[in-house]
């Protein structure tokens, strides 16, 4: 792990984000403190990663959720269909996050 950041405010539990530099080593370690792990990526990464996402999808615990690459789509339709997504998967506060891919990924997971 590079670092390690906990959120924490008064109207929320604290949580924390993490930056990795061997984020496929990290998921797995992952199952062990979370319910569920949630990787949010752009369709372009996704096809890079394709066979690395899809051993990790092995665990029923895994779940991808991607969105069209492009600037284009850093939007708040696009927002609302990733949250929809998470909601219908049961994402909860005890389930991991994970932005994979560029900005536009990190930035969609993280809002």
């Known amino acids: 792990m590079l670092a390690r950041i906990t959120i924490r405010g008064k109207e929320f539990k604290p949580y924390s984000i993490q930056f990795v530099k061997k984020p496929f080593l990290w998921i797995k370690e992952a199952f062990d ?18 066979k690395e996402l899809q051993q ?29 997504q998470l909601t219908d998967l049961g994402i909860t506060r005890n389930s991991a ?9 990190l930035d969609m997971a993280g809002f």
């Not at 996050?97 to 990924?105: C, E, Q």
């Open 33 to 50: 403190e979370y319910d569920k792990v949630c990787i949010v990526t752009d369709n372009q990464t996704c096809k890079l990663f394709d």
């Open 56 to 84: 990790l999808k092995t665990d029923k615990r895994v779940e991808i959720i991607s969105f069209p690459y492009g600037e284009k789509n850093k939007n708040l339709n696009t927002l609302n269909k990733i949250v929809t």
């Open 97 to 105: 996050i994970i932005g994979f891919g560029g900005g536009l990924s």
